[in-house]
Nanobody, 115 residues
Framework: QVQLVESGGGSVQAGGSLRLSCAAS????????MGWYRQVPGKQRELVAR???????DYADSVKGRFTISRDNAKNTVYLQMDSLKPEDTAVYYC?????????WGQGTQVTVSS
């Protein structure tokens, strides 16, 4: 059974930091591309950052220079370090793991940034 479990969400003031974690089980984690997405009510889910199995990374323009994605294959975990948070970063953040036809999502974790 595949599971992606996010943690680390919460409430923070603008300018603050949070680190999200996503622990994977039931997959050969190192072979999966992992990503963080976010969604606000009434809008489509959008890519925040992703990291390939080989370690290359990609970021949405809105978070470049503020967010950092990383992975620890020994711990089957992907992280999203979020610094200099802004109110517009408020959303539910989802973890995604993908490899070929296999595509899995976590349940989401709420991030709220107050001004």
């Amino acid at each position: 059974q595949v599971q992606l479990v996010e943690s680390g969400g919460g409430s923070v003031q603008a300018g603050g930091s949070l680190r999200l974690s996503c622990a994977a089980s039931g997959v050969i984690f190192s072979t999966y591309a992992m990503g963080w997405y976010r969604q606000v009510p009434g809008k489509q889910r959008e890519l925040v950052a992703r990291i390939a199995s080989g370690g290359s990374t990609d970021y949405a323009d809105s978070v470049k220079g503020r967010f950092t994605i990383s992975r620890d294959n020994a711990k089957n975990t992907v992280y999203l370090q979020m610094d200099s948070l802004k109110p517009e970063d408020t959303a539910v953040y989802y973890c995604r793991g993908a490899r070929g036809l296999y595509d899995y999502w976590g349940q989401g974790t709420q991030v709220t940034v107050s001004s």
